[in-house]
């Protein structure tokens, strides 16, 4: 399972989804959480070459998808200020804010600016010391230690005309209010392999015996999928519930500990609400006292920013699992990638838009 | 933001005691933070995201993954921001 040749094999595909049918005698319905897992299933039509009997329920995987509006909002009041250069990364200037975004706060005059690193944004605050240069730090486990260590750069360098605006989510307590959630329909997980790569998978073992679901860590190719899949089709018909590693050439049990020691200098854990979701408790990070003056949300005063988020769009239901994107009625009809609703819809990586762009309009 | 991108150190330095390198992802350099990795040696392959290297991988694996998500089509939007955010800063 080295080579190029051998992930992407379409003859390995279809064996890998014949021994899956062969093995498969229940009803399953598994759910990957990484929105760039969502991209390559839709993308190579994962969940229609497995038996018909198992059901691919796309998870709450994509950073941008779940940032709430409440924090696009504090971000456009924060950006339309003068003297403030805002940084973000570029697939969150088209999210909708209550009534804009940050490209139109930009077509307003506002400096908003795309950065590939935050260490982009401190380089930037560095080079413009009269200004305040402002970063969106949203993402998962995955992004958590650049935003940190750029906080720490920030500090150690006595850059003190940088913030952070910070709405980091974290994976476990999502699976956790995904399986405690009303009606939840997921008997197994797919475990996003780059967010393992940082953290690890030890988190993963008390949920997988708690709620006695299976856990496979599993990568991005067609082949690490269909392996993530089968391996959970084992577990669901011997009545097993461990954690299992597909991703072991990215993932170690212990993951990156550097990285991880960072974050916990940086960052506490928070109640976090996530797009659509609502608040799910200590799902989140937020700085720590200690970096508190770094904080964009205390220095510019939009704590209380609080705004309600509308009915028309049911990404909440499409990042729960509840709903498939075509069932939603504005898909593809109000709601597309040019006039997103939602910002499952607006990431590359959202459900949404994952089955607007492969033409997935009626089937599943 | 989501991708993990993987690409070959060509250099290694400091800037302002932070350890850098400068990685290339399919022709596109760029710098990237090494402090998450600090055994890695220029030659390595490393998974970068959002400028930090968070794992080293094999080269096989890292061409693998590159070609996948190019095909895939995601890895225009992550070098598209490589290349804008070259021009920002």
């Known amino acids: 399972m080295k080579h190029l040749s051998e992930y992407r094999d379409g ?20 759910m990957e959480v990484c929105g760039g897992q969502t991209h390559s299933i839709i993308r190579n039509g994962i969940d229609q070459i497995v038996p018909q009997n198992i059901e691919m329920i796309h998870g709450p995987g994509c950073p941008v998808c779940v940032t709430p509006i409440s924090v696009i909002d504090k ?11 805002f940084c973000s990364f570029g697939d969150m200037l088209r999210v909708p804010g209550t009534t804009s975004d940050l490209y139109r706060i930009k077509g307003g005059g506002g400096d908003v600016r795309i950065v590939y690193s935050p260490l982009d944004a401190v380089k930037l605050a560095r080079k413009h010391p009269t200004r305040e240069v402002v970063f969106l730090a949203i993402g998962f486990e995955t992004t958590a230690p650049a935003n940190a260590m750029a906080v720490k750069i920030a500090q150690q360098q006595d850059i003190h005309n940088f913030s952070v605006l910070v709405s980091h989510v974290l994976v476990p307590p999502a699976i956790e209010a995904i399986m405690n959630s009303p009606g939840n329909r997921v008997q197994a997980f797919l475990a996003a392999g780059h967010v393992c790569s940082v953290m690890g998978f030890h988190q993963y073992h008390r949920l997988a015996s708690q709620y006695s679901i299976p856990i496979v860590v599993t990568g991005f190719e067609p082949l690490d999928l269909l392996d993530g899949i089968r391996r959970a089709v084992v577990q669901l018909e011997a009545g097993q519930s461990h954690v299992e590693n597909a991703f072991p050439r990215v993932v170690t049990e212990a993951g990156n500990e550097v990285a991880q020691a960072t974050i916990d200098e940086v960052f506490e854990t928070t109640d976090r609400a996530w797009r659509g979701i609502g608040v799910i408790p200590q799902s989140g990070w937020r700085l720590k006292p200690k970096y508190a003056e770094f904080d964009a949300e205390r220095r510019f005063a939009v704590e209380d920013i609080a705004p309600e988020e509308s009915n028309a769009c049911r990404a909440g239901e499409v990042l729960r699992g509840a709903l498939k994107p075509h069932q939603c009625e ?3 009809k109000q709601c597309t990638p040019r006039t997103p609703l939602g910002a499952t819809m607006v990431s590359s990586e959202g459900a949404c838009a994952a089955y607007y762009n492969y033409g997935r309009f009626v089937h599943p | 933001m989501c991708l993990a991108v993987p690409g070959q150190i060509e ?21 990237v933070c090494m402090v ?9 392959y490393v998974i970068v995201h959002v400028g930090f290297a968070i794992h080293q991988i094999d080269e096989e694996s890292a061409q693998a993954t590159l070609e996948s998500f190019a095909e895939l089509g ?14 920002d800063s």
């Open chain 2, 11 to 31: 250099s290694l330095y400091a800037d302002n005691d932070t350890p850098m390198g400068k990685v290339n992802f399919g022709g596109v350099v760029k710098e």
């Open chain 1, 75 to 85: 971000a456009l009041e924060i950006a339309a200020r003068r003297n403030v250069l």
């Open chain 1, 330 to 332: 504005a898909f593809g």
């Open chain 2, 74 to 87: 995601l890895l225009d939007d992550e070098l598209e921001d490589l290349r804008v955010s070259g021009e």
């Open chain 2, 36 to 44: 998450y990795l600090p055994e890695v040696q220029i030659g390595d």
């Open chain 1, 11 to 30: 003859a390995k595909a279809l064996k890998l989804a014949a021994e899956i049918a062969r093995i498969c005698k229940g009803n399953w319905a598994i």
